[in-house]
């Protein structure tokens, strides 16, 4: 056992809350720091599955990637999901973090996990966010290489195969073999213009949409899209294994767990 604010230290050393954006909601948004903790459930999204998978599994603390609560809430409606799903985590006791765009940004999260599973080597800035005290730049995203150029259809099965997705959606921007990789998980279709503008040769995202695809095209750039969920969820597993190593260092014991059910909503039929 340990107590949330000794949970919440550790989260801090993994994902300073300062590299959040400013619109973000990261930290505690359920419960006491005072409360114990004995088992933590980390996870992509807070769902009625997941929350009921921590009931099942006896966790008193999940800690996800988007929060929980994004924007202020005027009422708690039990007969609607978000209400719902905070009734069933207050009536258990199951407190709640996140660790939204700072666990993007920061080293060792979401984008550098999501290069390391497609094979990209020699990391870089991508989107520069500001730059540390000590000279060093905090980047959304990274750019990265292949060993050797390969095909953008090949590098394309490449992400799939390496990723939790039955698909990915590919722009192929014509006869321009793949090097140089800039990514953005979730969300990142905004940064198109950055990619080509760093001579990358693919830019691998999510979330993108048509008229963003066919800019990407004039620009010549190849675009994968292998989804928000995707390019998010091989997060999970890496979180629950830095969350355990630093928590071994504190006084008590906390089990940590990772959500194995949670799936993508889209499917190819």
Known sequence: MVKCQVVMDALERIAPKRLAEDWDNPGLLVGALNQDIHKILVCLDVSDEVVEQAVASGADMIVAHHPLIFKGIRKVRTDLPLGRRLQQ????????????????????GVNDVLAQAIGLTKLSAFVIEHQEEDGSVVSMGRVGSLPAPMTVQDFAAQVRDALPTEHVR????????????????????????????????????????????????????????????????????????????????????????????????????
């Open 89 to 108: 985590l207050l009536k258990h006791d199951i407190a709640v973090a996140a660790a939204h765009t700072n666990l993007d940004i920061a080293e060792g």
């Open 170 to 269: 590919l722009v192929d921007a014509g006869q321009r073999p793949v090097r140089k990789v800039a990514i953005c998980s979730g969300s990142g279709a905004e940064f198109i213009q950055r990619a080509a503008f760093v001579g990358a040769d693919v830019y691998v995202t999510g979330d993108v949409k048509y008229h963003e695809a066919q800019q990407a095209v004039e620009l010549g750039l190849h675009i994968i899209d292998a989804g928000h969920f995707g390019t998010e969820f091989p997060v999970v597993t890496a979180l629950c294994e830095r969350l355990t190593a630093e928590l071994e260092l504190a006084k008590g014991t906390v089990e940590v767990i990772a959500d194995q059910s949670s799936r993508d909503f889209f499917q190819v039929v």
